[in-house]
């Protein structure tokens, strides 16, 4: 005689549990809601801010010169606001960093994906990451006390304060967000269009270059404006190593004042509230928040070009 078997019970939600559930979603969806819409707050409340204040500073200082003029000597007897000394240095050091940063960052994350043993990666990967952790005065400091002397060796015309050294302490900066974010868009790629590469006789390197960087270009255009927008946005190493005196000048072995090293300056000042000189920091900031929203811009159509094409 075989053994009777005995009948699962079938769990029974009470009307009471059920109201709990929905108490709870519906509290989960509120929270969520308010964490997405606070950055929206956040956002909207800075361009508030800098565009009020700024409004004032062009009252009295038109848009043409501001953009135009060539000296920017707010506290002088004589003021001028010409934003142009600010922006070149800004774009010079942002500039070097890229040139360092891009080239070297995507090739340690096609190193990365397509090379490194799975311990390797392991290892390398958080190392790279740590940089981020680093204080920006120390790389400040690095790179006045350190790199500086030590690249005054071998290029003749550098200064003692200087956009080149920066600029290359800024590309090392980035680094972490160029490989980490690069990688895992590499890493992303389906290992169908590998083996398919494989099979039609391309190499090792020639499958990263022209079917994973391809596959992957979102992610690393999203890597590459996330360290564009580090780049300019940096202040503390150019701040201490780029000098504080603005000068327009095409030559990055010249010492030069930064948007955010201006900022910087000031706001240590004793510049009395309501100024001209106090309203110039808001015009310049509005001015670099433009500058990186121009950036985030460019890599939004490039992700989107990308997607109609593959």
């Known amino acids: ?128 990451e740590l940089i981020e952790a680093v204080p920006t005065v120390v790389f400040g400091y690095f790179a006045l006390l350190f790199l500086t002397p030590l690249f005054r060796m071998f290029i003749p015309g550098l200064t003692g304060f200087n956009l080149l050294v920066p600029g290359i302490v800024l590309g090392i900066m980035i680094l972490p967000y160029v490989v980490s974010v690069s990688e895992d868009a590499m890493r992303a790629v389906p290992s169908s269009l590998r083996e398919g590469a494989y099979a039609l006789g391309m190499t090792r390197i020639q499958t990263s270059v022209r079917v994973i960087i391809p596959a992957a270009f979102s992610g690393i255009t999203a890597a590459y ?28 072995r010249e010492g030069a004042a930064t948007i955010t090293a201006y900022i910087v300056q000031m706001a240590m000042g004793d510049l009395p509230q309501g100024s001209l000189a106090y309203e110039s920091i808001f015009a310049v900031g509005l001015a670099l928040f433009v500058l990186t929203l121009f950036f985030n811009l460019v890599g939004f159509f490039l992700r989107r070009r990308f997607r109609e094409v593959y």
Do not use: C, H
Request: charged residues 15%; glycine residues 6%.
């Open 1 to 128: 005689m075989l053994p009777a078997v005995a009948q699962e019970s079938k769990f029974r939600p009470t009307e009471t549990y059920l109201a709990r559930r929905r108490i709870i979603a519906r509290l989960m969806s509120f929270l969520l809601f308010m964490a997405a819409a606070a950055s929206v707050l956040v956002t909207t409340g800075i361009v508030y801010v800098l565009v009020s204040e700024s409004w004032n500073f062009f009252r009295q200082v038109s848009l043409l010169e501001f953009l135009t003029d060539t000296q920017w000597t707010p506290v002088f007897a004589e003021p001028r606001f010409g934003i142009l000394p600010l922006l070149t240095a800004t774009l010079w050091a942002a500039g070097i960093a890229l040139l360092i940063g891009i080239p070297l960052g995507t090739a340690l994350a096609i190193y990365l994906s397509e090379y490194a043993p799975s311990k390797v990666r392991e290892i390398v990967k958080p190392l790279l």
């Open 225 to 252: 404006v996330l360290g564009m927008s580090r780049a300019v946005g940096e202040t503390m190493v150019l701040a201490i190593a780029a000098g504080q005196n603005p000068n327009l000048t095409g030559d990055p």
